[in-house]
């Protein structure tokens, strides 16, 4: 299984970015997919995960901003992200679980600045 994650940049505070993550590969049972991020000098954060039932449950720190969303054949996973703030600027990470193991991307780099 290969996850890759794309749509990352800078962007000014109060902007948005959608990013987007492909997996591909033996797919057969795809459960539940989501979003992490890494800040520099901090440990890697869960902000959205999609269960396989699809209930989506989100961090505090990004609740009523970012809206995660994946497609009907679980092959993609969005991550919509609106009114961003300099604390979220960080390497964001998707993980996809396929037959009871996690697959991660590389992760997409997401800076916001003035």
């Known amino acids: 299984v290969h996850v890759v994650e794309s749509g990352g940049g800078s962007v000014q505070p109060g902007g948005s970015l959608r990013l987007s993550c492909a997996a591909s590969?033996?797919?057969?049972?795809?459960?539940?997919m989501g979003w992490h991020r890494q800040a520099p000098g901090k440990e890697r954060e869960l902000i959205a995960h999609?269960?396989?039932?699809?209930?989506?449950v989100y961090a505090d720190s990004v609740k009523g901003r970012f809206t995660a969303s994946r497609d009907r054949a679980r092959t993609m996973v969005f991550l919509q992200m609106n009114n961003l703030k300099p604390e979220d600027t960080a390497v964001y990470y998707c993980?996809?679980?396929?037959?009871?193991?996690?697959?991660w991307g590389q992760g997409t780099r997401v800076t916001v600045s003035s």
């Open positions: 993980n996809v679980a396929v037959r009871s193991f996690e697959y």
């Open positions: 999609i269960t396989g039932d699809g209930i989506t």
């Open positions: 590969g033996d797919l057969e049972r795809v459960g539940a």
